[in-house]
C-alpha cells in the first residue's frame, strides 16, 4: 500500500499517518484493545481510590504513568493500589455501576469487527473486576488484567500473581498480542492495537495498525490514526469494507 509521508487529517479530528486509505477491515484477523481511558471512561484505579479520599494522590501518579513520565508502570501501579488498602470491596461495586461507562463507538467498532472475522483482545493495566465485566458486556474473546487481593471484604494494597505473571504492564500487553498472533496463526501485521497511553506504545509499535483514542500526546505522536473528536468507531473511516 502507499504510504502518507506525514500525518494528514482524514477528517476532522481524524489523523492518519504512515498509510493511505482506504484499507480492508478484513485483512486484519485481530484487534486488541486498552480498557481504561479507551474501551471506558474512566481511570478504574482513580475512582476506587476516591472510595479512600485519595483520588487526587492516585489520579496524579495515573496521569504521570498514562504521559509516559513515570517509566516503570509496574512500581507506579504498586504505589497506587498500596494507597487503596483498606477499602471495602463495595467500593468496587459502585464504581462498575455507577462511574464506568463504555465510551462511545465501542459497541460498534466491535461489531464490526466481529462482522469481519476479527478475533477480539482487551490487554488492561487496570484490574479483572472491571475487565472481565466489559469483555463479557462487549462479547470480547479474550480479556488480560491484573487481580486485586482482597481479605475479609476490603482490599489488601496489594495484587495476586496469575498463571501469566505479577502485572499487566506495557510489555504484558505487546507479549500477549504477539502469543495471541502465534496462537491464531497470523501475523502482527494483521493485528489492530488501540489505546490512549504510554503503557500502549509496546503493543501498538508492533501491530500492523496502532489506534490512539483521545490519547496522550507521546502516544499520539506515534500512532497511525489517531481518533482525537468523536468515538471509537471513527477508526471504520479508514476502511473501505466497513
Same mark, same amino acid.
Given at each position: 500500500?502507499?504510504?502518507?509521508?506525514?500525518?494528514?487529517?482524514?477528517?476532522?479530528?481524524?489523523?492518519?499517518?504512515?498509510?493511505?486509505?482506504?484499507?480492508?477491515?478484513?485483512?486484519?484477523?485481530?484487534?486488541?484493545?486498552?480498557?481504561?481511558?479507551?474501551?471506558?471512561?474512566?481511570?478504574?484505579?482513580? =475512582? &476506587?481510590? +476516591?472510595?479512600?479520599?485519595?483520588?487526587?494522590? #492516585?489520579?496524579?501518579?495515573?496521569?504521570?504513568?498514562?504521559? !509516559? *513520565?513515570?517509566?516503570?508502570?509496574?512500581?507506579?501501579?504498586r504505589r497506587r493500589?498500596?494507597?487503596?488498602?483498606?477499602?471495602?470491596?463495595?467500593?468496587?461495586?459502585?464504581?462498575?455501576?455507577?462511574?464506568?461507562?463504555?465510551?462511545?463507538?465501542?459497541e460498534a467498532l466491535?461489531?464490526?469487527?466481529?462482522?469481519?472475522?476479527?478475533?477480539?483482545?482487551?490487554?488492561?493495566?487496570?484490574?479483572?473486576?472491571?475487565?472481565?465485566?466489559?469483555?463479557?458486556?462487549?462479547?470480547?474473546?479474550?480479556?488480560?488484567?491484573?487481580?486485586? =487481593? &482482597?481479605? +475479609?471484604?476490603?482490599?489488601?494494597?496489594?495484587? #495476586?500473581?496469575?498463571?501469566?505473571?505479577?502485572?499487566?504492564? !506495557? *510489555?504484558?500487553?505487546?507479549?500477549?498480542?504477539?502469543?495471541?498472533?502465534?496462537?491464531?496463526?497470523?501475523?502482527?501485521?494483521?493485528?489492530?492495537?488501540?489505546?490512549?497511553?504510554?503503557?500502549?506504545?509496546?503493543?501498538?509499535?508492533?501491530?500492523?495498525?496502532?489506534?490512539?483514542?483521545?490519547?496522550?500526546?507521546?502516544?499520539?505522536?506515534?500512532?497511525?490514526?489517531?481518533?482525537?473528536?468523536?468515538?471509537?468507531?471513527?477508526?471504520?473511516d479508514v476502511f473501505?469494507?466497513?
Amino acid at each position: 500500500m502507499s504510504v502518507a509521508a506525514s500525518p494528514r487529517e482524514l477528517a476532522p479530528g481524524l489523523v492518519i499517518q504512515g498509510f493511505e486509505p482506504p484499507l480492508r477491515l478484513s485483512d486484519f484477523k485481530l484487534i486488541a484493545f486498552d480498557m481504561d481511558s479507551t474501551l471506558i471512561n474512566i481511570e478504574c484505579v482513580d =475512582e &476506587i481510590a +476516591d472510595a479512600a479520599g485519595r483520588k487526587a494522590e #492516585v489520579a496524579a501518579i495515573t496521569a504521570a504513568a498514562m504521559r !509516559g *513520565e513515570i517509566t516503570d508502570y509496574k512500581d507506579s501501579l504498586r504505589r497506587r493500589v498500596a494507597l487503596l488498602q483498606g477499602v471495602p470491596a463495595s467500593a468496587l461495586e459502585e464504581v462498575y455501576t455507577q462511574r464506568l461507562q463504555l465510551n462511545p463507538g465501542a459497541e460498534a467498532l466491535v461489531r464490526a469487527c466481529r462482522a469481519a472475522g476479527l478475533k477480539t483482545l482487551l490487554v488492561s493495566g487496570g484490574f479483572t473486576f472491571f475487565a472481565d465485566r466489559v469483555a463479557a458486556r462487549l462479547q470480547l474473546d479474550e480479556a488480560r488484567s491484573n487481580l486485586l =487481593e &482482597i481479605v +475479609d471484604g476490603q482490599l489488601t494494597g496489594r495484587m #495476586v500473581d496469575q498463571p501469566w505473571g505479577d502485572i499487566c504492564d !506495557g *510489555e504484558e500487553k505487546r507479549r500477549t498480542l504477539l502469543a495471541t498472533c502465534a496462537r491464531l496463526g497470523i501475523a502482527p501485521a494483521q493485528a489492530i492495537a488501540m489505546g490512549d497511553g504510554a503503557n500502549d506504545l509496546p503493543m501498538m509499535g508492533v501491530a500492523g495498525l496502532s489506534v490512539a483514542h483521545h490519547a496522550k500526546p507521546a502516544v499520539r505522536a506515534q500512532a497511525m490514526v489517531a481518533i482525537d473528536d468523536g468515538g471509537l468507531d471513527r477508526l471504520l473511516d479508514v476502511f473501505r469494507d466497513r
